[in-house]
């Protein structure tokens, strides 16, 4: 099977994620203490901002996997379902990104400590 992509639907993408990840990162940048510092304080998203490099490394393998399903089982041209498409992509690699941490990133990075200790007691 060979799926083919087309460049200017990909280009559209890249256009549409950049027009939603540059003004928040504006605001971000603009709004670093008062009530808005407060907003990033929050559990949730600091949870969030934990997770997000692990979100943005599988947020491709997701998007791959979903188009070949859509593909393989004749759902329709994946990438124009619109914000349900995106909703349900974002989801699953936010999913597989605090799956990732849990069962991965945490375990090494409490490994890495242990290995840290013991070298500079020794």
């Known amino acids: 099977m060979q799926i083919a992509f087309d460049l200017g639907n990909l280009v559209q993408w890249v256009v549409l994620e950049a027009a939603l990840v540059l003004p928040l990162a504006a605001?971000?940048?603009?709004?670093?203490?008062?009530?808005f510092l407060k907003i990033?304080?929050?559990?949730?998203?600091?949870?969030?901002?934990?997770?997000s490099y692990g979100a943005y490394l599988f947020h491709l393998p997701v998007w791959a996997v979903l188009f070949a399903l859509s593909a393989r089982f004749g759902v329709g041209d994946f990438f124009s379902r619109g914000p349900l498409t995106m909703l349900v992509a974002g989801s699953l690699s936010v999913l597989t990104a605090l799956v990732s941490w849990i069962m991965v990133e945490r375990p090494v990075m409490a490994w890495s400590k242990r290995l840290t200790s013991r070298l500079a007691a020794a």
């Open 40 to 51: 990033l304080a929050n559990r949730s998203l600091s949870g969030l901002g934990r997770i």
């Open 27 to 35: 605001i971000v940048a603009v709004a670093s203490k008062g009530q």
